[in-house]
């Protein structure tokens, strides 16, 4: 059989069946099975006679998101929380990977540009940060605690408020992503700005390092989230730009569904950043120099550790399982 003949013969079975992945539109776990059988015959059919060909690209990831399926559907003892973290979660910043790492380089190139303009305008800082702000952290530095303002407020209190107003931060920005990614990026911009022209101004003044073991004791995994929040909201904002072989509609509700497990994923990294900020980061001049960087170091690998290597990890495992279950994904 021809390829072409293959695929029209195929498609809108295919097409169905994707469908009613993403909808969750299985009743019958076994009818997801069997179907799924179907789908390696057909994946096995194209690697066998098309070995060159795009549709065996298609019918792989649609097998491994049917798998996913199958294996989320199975009666587990394991705590369904737990699942969502260890498992869910790393699987689907695997497959959307690709949006983590462009939210990274916006992320990169308007720090640069927040840090540029700052270098070159001895008037950018005032004009992002305020007048008060700069005065105050001028004095601050004098007084040779350039970090000096985590010190305001009580504990609680500024673990509180930060906490909040970093989960609106991250909320915000993942909602704006239904302009099609703007709102997303337009937020990402004007934190990246600020944060560049910041740590210029510290750089500047000859005090970068004494402000980088305070700010990111918190600061490590506070700008992390974002970023992956930022992430979240830009497969939204892709979900209505680009929706494939789905309706608008049905591709809007799936990268919400998508974005919103991102978004929640990051709520702990928010909370403990605000902890850090509200306990720790106050203390930061006085504690030994090992102590804050090492405190840096571990919440920068933790963070990092579960969204940009664990994933593959667990991918790795669930292909394992794959190749398990049916030796034809290769």
Known sequence: MREVAFIKQNKEKWLSFETAIFNNDFKDPDELASQYIHLINDLSYAQTYYPKSKVIT??????????????????????????????????????????????????????????????????????????????????????????????????????????????????????????????????????????????????????????????????????????????????????????????RFTSFKQGAKTGVKILISTFPFTFFAGFLEGFITRYSQEMPKFLSVGIILITLGAISYYYLIYPFLVRKRIQNQMLTFSPVLA
């Not at 998101?65 to 790393?90: C, G, L, M, S």
């Not at 940060?129 to 504990?155: F, H, R």
């Not at 990246?192 to 750089?203: A, E, H, N, T, V």
């Open 58 to 247: 298609y019918l792989n990831q649609l097998a491994a998101k049917a798998f996913q399926k199958i294996y989320k559907t199975k009666r587990e003892d394991t705590n369904r929380i737990v699942e969502f973290w260890k498992t869910e979660v790393p699987l689907i910043v695997y497959e959307y990977r690709k949006y983590i790492y462009l939210a990274f380089a916006i992320f990169t190139l308007f720090t640069a540009i927040g840090a540029i303009s700052a270098a070159n305008d001895g008037e950018f800082v005032r004009s992002i940060l305020g007048d008060q702000y700069v005065d105050m952290t001028l004095e601050n530095i004098e007084n040779g605690n350039p970090v000096a303002v985590y010190k305001s407020g009580s504990n609680w209190g500024s673990f509180i408020g930060i906490t909040i107003n970093n989960l609106r931060v991250g909320i915000i920005s993942f909602v704006l992503g239904v302009f099609g990614g703007l709102g997303t990026v337009w937020v990402l911009f004007k934190n990246c700005i600020m944060l560049g022209s910041f740590q210029y101004f510290f750089y500047e003044k000859e005090v970068f390092w004494e402000s980088v073991r305070g700010i990111w004791i918190h600061g490590s995994m506070e700008i992390f989230a974002i970023v992956i929040e930022a992430g979240a909201g830009l497969i939204l904002g892709a979900s209505i730009l680009f929706p494939g072989t789905h309706s």
